[in-house]
Nanobody
Framework: QLQLVESGGGLVEPGGSLRLSCAAS????????IGWFRQAPGKEREGVSC????????NYADSVKGRFTISRDNAKNTVYLQMNSLQPEDTAVYYC???????????????????WGQGTQVTVSS
């Protein structure tokens, strides 16, 4: 079965850290550009970060720059999102996506035809 599976979400206090993982099964993640998106209750989905297949290009939403770091371990078929200095406004369901055909993260917009994970809940609260 071809799928992406996110893990690592949970409840954390403001200022805390979490590391999300996005693991692929049934296909090789190394050939794909990976995105992290999030959706909070009552809000539209927003892009958080992206990393291209080589790992040489990344980008971040302004709201997470300097706090979040995306990385990939192609040997483990996994992409990570290290989230530090978490704030209540980071509370959301986080999804990862996998797409082919993007040399860089510039203009990266996954479609319904790409791979999407089921999401992992991140809650930042005291």
């Amino acid at each position: 079965q071809l799928q992406l599976v996110e893990s690592g979400g949970g409840l954390v206090e403001p200022g805390g850290s979490l590391r999300l993982s996005c693991a692929a099964s049934g296909f090789t993640l190394a050939y794909y550009t990976i995105g992290w998106f999030r959706q909070a209750p009552g809000k539209e989905r927003e892009g958080v970060s992206c990393i291209n297949s080589s790992g040489g290009d990344t980008n971040y939403a302004d709201s997470v720059k300097g706090r979040f770091t995306i990385s990939r371990d192609n040997a483990k078929n996994t992409v990570y999102l290290q989230m530090n200095s978490l704030q209540p406004e980071d509370t959301a369901v986080y999804y990862c996506t996998a797409s082919r055909g993007y040399y860089s993260c510039s203009g990266y917009v996954p479609t319904e035809n790409d791979y999407w994970g089921q999401g992992t809940q991140v809650t930042v609260s005291s």
